[in-house]
């Protein structure tokens, strides 16, 4: 690849808390000339299988990915961390996921508890029936208490009672970065640190890169739909300090976010996410028993 190139590693899907199905996902980056595509819904990597499957099928490269909540303990500090290029089939990603999941559910019987002790009961059934499947996040949750007549929206559902800070908020117990690092050891995957400059400003994005780093970082998603030019700078810079690898992501989350799939990347930072998206293929295509068996890239 060579000059600029229209990526997305960062984009969500109704299997988490997106609202496009996997199909009209690959269609739209198909359709839009995407040369990389990673559907990285939070916790949940069953589809990623079939999400390979049907980017083979349209001509469109395929990294598996996955986003997780974690937090930097030292500094209080939560922040959003991907991984890239694992193994679907990986035990290290079934035992993550099966954590995760088990905290989320967590999580929402918490939060349905503090709407009921608030006189604004929603039923599990509810709320997983607008989800579509067992587990749900808060948007789907915000929906429901808009069909109950709670809110007039789901705007107002989150700024009154689903918001960090707000009545029915509850934390989610995290997984730490070294734990996540080690699941990318062991599935063959990279672990990014996803919109670095919307977690925190520029005089720490160095700081808190470093403690990732030392943690296991492989990357940064230095273009980002969240990121203004001095922000892809300021990361581009840390990156290159630090030895970072640099990727970009919309966090496309189809009605749920007025955010537009795809951002333009250098290619020639992009090197280690076409390695591992040949892997990938050659993994759909049945030339490679285990092509991640090499283990991780180099920095």
């Known amino acids: 690849m060579s000059g600029e190139v229209l990526v997305d590693l960062h984009v969500h899907s109704l299997f988490s808390d997106g609202s496009d199905d996997l199909r009209s996902l690959v269609e739209r980056a198909s359709s839009m000339g995407l040369s990389l595509l990673s559907v990285t819904d939070h916790d949940v990597t069953s589809h990623q299988a079939e999400a390979l499957s049907l980017s083979t ?9 996955v986003e997780v909540s974690s937090e930097v303990e030292s500094l209080g500090l939560g922040v959003h961390l991907l991984l ?3 193994d679907p089939a990986s035990p290290a990603i079934a035992d993550m996921e099966g954590k995760l999941k088990a905290y989320r559910a967590e999580r929402n019987a918490a939060m ?10 929603v039923e599990m059934e509810e709320v997983r029936s607008i989800a ?49 690092s080690r699941v990318a050891r062991e599935s ?27 943690e296991g970082l492989d990357g940064i998603e230095a273009y980002s739909s969240y990121h203004d030019p001095l922000s892809v700078k300021r990361s581009l810079e840390v990156a290159s300090r630090l030895g970072l690898s640099v990727s970009g992501g919309s966090d496309y989350h189809g009605l749920y976010k007025g955010v537009s799939m795809g951002v333009r990347v250098p ?15 050659s993994l759909e295509a049945g030339r490679a028993s285990s092509p991640w068996s090499s283990g991780r890239r180099n920095r």
């Open 112 to 121: 349905l508890l503090r709407l009921k002790e608030m006189g604004l009961p």
């Open 84 to 86: 890239y290029g694992f």
């Open 188 to 214: 063959g995957a990279l672990l990014f640190w996803a919109h670095p400059c919307l977690d925190v400003p520029h005089d720490l994005l160095e700081e808190v890169a470093r403690r990732l780093r030392e």
């Open 57 to 65: 099928s349209m001509g469109v490269r395929y990294l598996c990915g």
């Open 132 to 180: 579509g499947k067992e587990l749900f996040g808060r948007p789907h949750l915000a929906e429901a208490m808009v069909r109950k007549g709670y809110a007039g929206s789901r705007r107002e559902a989150f700024e009154r009672y689903l918001r960090r800070g707000a009545p029915a908020y509850v934390p989610r117990r995290k997984l730490k970065p070294l734990e996540l």
């Open 267 to 281: 290619a020639h930072l992009l090197e280690w996410a076409l390695e591992l998206s040949l892997k990938a293929l």
